[in-house]
C-alpha cells in the first residue's frame, strides 16, 4: 500500500524558534496533502490543506502567517511552525489521498513537537 | 465497560471478548464512513470503510455497522486481542469532499 513518512518524528525547541516538519509520499505523487494537529487524548484537526504549486488552504481559525505550507513537489509537502511557543505544543500529522481512490487517505507516522 | 466523560471515552475488555466502539455522526449528507486505529504516538491506520448505501460491512475480525435513521455507526471487533489496544476514530464524509471529518475517539484497553 502507499506510504506517507513524516521528519523528524520529534522534536523539542526553544520558545521563539521555528520548525520544519516534512512530509512525503513515498511511492506515490501526491498532488494534495492534509495536515493535522491533534492534542493528548483529543482527536485530529484539520489545519490546512497543501496543494502542489499554490497556495495553501487553511482552515478557520488557523494562523497561515504562523503555519506555513510549502508543497513544492508532488512528493513533499513542508510545514513550518514558525515562532514556536508552548502552545504550539502537539502531534502534527500529515495525510495524502490513494491515487486509485481519492477516498482514501494514508496518514503519516506523526512528528511529536515539544516547545519549552 | 465504557465510560464516557471530559476525557477520551474508554472501553475495557477482556482479551478474547467481542469489542463494540459506538460512534454518533452528526452529518446527514455524509455518504462515507471510515474507522481508524490509532495506536499510541502513531498516525491513523485505515481499518475498514462503509457507504451510505449499506448497513453492514465486513472485514478480517471487523464489522462496521451503519444505522442512517440514528446517525449511528458501531465498529465491532471479534476475539479481542492485546494488539487491538488503540484509540478508534470514525470519520465521515459527505459528497465529493475527500477530506474526512473524524470524530471524537474512543480508547479500546484489552486486558490479558
Known amino acids: 500500500g502507499a506510504v506517507v513518512s513524516q521528519h523528524p518524528s520529534w522534536v523539542i525547541c526553544k520558545s521563539g524558534t521555528s520548525v520544519k516538519i516534512e512530509c512525503r509520499s513515498l511511492?506515490?505523487?501526491?498532488?494534495?496533502m492534509f495536515w493535522y494537529r491533534q492534542f493528548p487524548k483529543q482527536s485530529l484537526m484539520l489545519m490546512a490543506t497543501s496543494n502542489e504549486g499554490s497556495k495553501a488552504t487553511y482552515e478557520q481559525g488557523v494562523e497561515k502567517d504562523k503555519f506555513l505550507i510549502n508543497h513544492a513537489s508532488l512528493t513533499l509537502s513542508t510545514l513550518t511552525v514558525t515562532s514556536a511557543h508552548p502552545e504550539d505544543s502537539s502531534f502534527y500529522i500529515c495525510?495524502?489521498?490513494?491515487?486509485?481512490?481519492?477516498?482514501?487517505?494514508?496518514f503519516g507516522p506523526g512528528t511529536r513537537l515539544l516547545v519549552l | 465497560g465504557e465510560s464516557v466523560g471530559l476525557h477520551l471515552p474508554t472501553l475495557s475488555v477482556q482479551e478474547g471478548d467481542n469489542s463494540i466502539i459506538n460512534c454518533a455522526y452528526s452529518?446527514?449528507?455524509?455518504?462515507?464512513f471510515i474507522w481508524y486505529k490509532q495506536e499510541s504516538g502513531k498516525g491513523p491506520q485505515f481499518i475498514i470503510d462503509i457507504r451510505s448505501n449499506m448497513d453492514k460491512r465486513q472485514g478480517q475480525r471487523v464489522t462496521v455497522l451503519l444505522n442512517k435513521t440514528v446517525k449511528h455507526l458501531s465498529l465491532q471487533i471479534a476475539a479481542t486481542q492485546p494488539g487491538d489496544s488503540a484509540v478508534y476514530f470514525c470519520?465521515?464524509?459527505?459528497?465529493?469532499?475527500?477530506?474526512?471529518?473524524f470524530g471524537r475517539g474512543t480508547s479500546l484497553i484489552v486486558h490479558p
Open positions: 495525510s495524502a489521498p490513494g491515487q486509485g481512490s481519492q477516498e482514501t487517505q494514508y
Open positions: 470519520a465521515e464524509k459527505s459528497g465529493g469532499s475527500y477530506i474526512p471529518t
Open positions: 511511492d506515490f505523487q501526491a498532488t494534495t
Open positions: 452529518n446527514s449528507a455524509s455518504d462515507y
